[in-house]
């Protein structure tokens, strides 16, 4: 795991962990947005500065595919029809229908603070529990584990009427 | 071979029940995360699929709606069937008995033990680009599902019982209260 660089010390003895270089998840994502919701399964592959997120139906049958990187984004949806955009965010909208924070998701759900994001509570082990970032809350619901360096299981992300959850079924190396 | 038992299979069996386990294969080749769980169908069009692990899903076609239950979400996904029956494992399982009416349907030979058929959906936006169905003596053993996606899901079945009698709620979803409703 990334060695963790220590901030300046402040009010809470926190130590932010560097960005997790690279992952890979497999889980499920509900996002809900005012009147409409969608939820899928996801098989995500993140790297710094490229993301490969496939939304996969009941089943496990694939729905979309997204490969995102400082270039810009590209989607393949089932029907082999390709979508480009700016970001991963607008290819997700027009597959899911709902608007969700998919550039911030990488650092949310390694439980790693992006700058200027404030840590409302941490649970006993130490751990992230609460954060505000640019508005959004982030509850950390569940861990992987019970140590302090186990990863997410389970975030609850809300801004205005925007609710994501992202359920973590496996961390692959 | 392995259409005359696909045949045997259909018409000798108006419902079953079993259990299964799943794996899907994905193109990188990373270790597929095992599912299992219960199903049984009443043919045509009902079935009721359930997932213990990885996490609980409940599936449910009643014949005219597939309805995906997930519980620690509280969440409701439903289809109609016409669509998403089309092209699914529970298409086969519970469809009416003009498969040949979705899929293009040929012998694909014996490996494993078992005599296989290769199914190909009709429909263009199916969710799977082209299904195969294990049968050994007269009986659905395994199913390998191929997504547009490169992606292999493949389908266990343990001992089926054929024809017992379903009680018929089993194929009837109502959404709990309080969870969410997604679709159609």
């Given at each position: 795991c990334a060695a963790p660089d220590v901030r300046p010390p402040d009010a809470l003895q926190l130590v932010s962990r560097a960005e997790m270089s690279r992952f890979q998840l497999e889980g499920r994502l509900q996002v809900r947005d005012g009147e409409r919701t969608a939820a899928v399964g996801v098989d995500w592959q993140h790297e710094v500065g490229h993301d490969d997120w496939l939304f996969t139906g009941?089943?496990?049958?694939?729905l979309a595919r997204i490969e995102a990187d400082a270039a810009g984004a590209r989607m393949t949806l089932a029907d082999g029809q390709r979508v480009e955009a700016a970001s991963a965010a607008e290819l997700a909208e027009t597959a899911l229908g709902v608007n969700a924070p998919f550039a911030q998701l990488p650092l949310w759900i390694t439980a790693r603070l992006r700058d200027g994001a404030e840590v409302r509570e941490l649970d006993p082990?130490?751990?992230?529990r609460r954060v505000v970032d640019q508005g959004w809350t982030i509850d950390y619901?569940?861990?992987?584990?019970?140590?302090?360096a186990d990863l997410p299981r389970k975030i609850d992300v809300q801004r205005g009427d925007t609710r994501l959850r992202l359920i973590v079924d496996a961390w692959n190396p | 071979d392995g259409l005359a038992q696909l045949k045997q299979f259909m018409d000798g069996t108006r419902t079953a029940r079993g259990s299964f386990t799943q794996q899907v294969f994905s193109k990188s080749g990373r270790k597929p995360q095992p599912a299992s769980g219960t199903f049984a169908f009443s043919r045509p069009g009902k079935f009721r699929w359930i997932y213990e692990k990885p996490y609980a899903q409940l599936l449910v076609g009643d014949g005219s709606k597939l309805w995906a239950y997930d519980q620690e979400l509280n969440q409701v996904t439903t289809k109609k069937l016409g669509q998403a029956l089309g092209s699914t494992p529970a298409a086969i399982l519970?469809?009416?008995?003009?498969?040949d009416r979705n899929f293009v349907l040929k012998n694909a030979g014996d490996a494993d033990g078992l005599e296989w058929i290769e199914a190909t959906p009709k429909a263009e936006d199916s969710s799977f680009e082209r299904i195969r169905m294990g049968f050994a003596g007269g009986q659905l053993k395994a199913m390998l599902l191929n997504d547009n996606f490169g992606q292999t899901t493949s389908l266990l079945f343990g001992q089926i019982e054929r024809n017992p009698s379903l009680d018929?709620?089993?194929f009837r979803f109502t959404p709990p209260k309080g969870a969410d409703v997604v679709g159609e």
């Open positions: 009941p089943l496990g049958q694939g082990v130490g751990r992230l619901i569940e861990y992987a584990g019970s140590g302090p | 519970a469809g009416d008995n003009s498969l018929a709620g089993l």
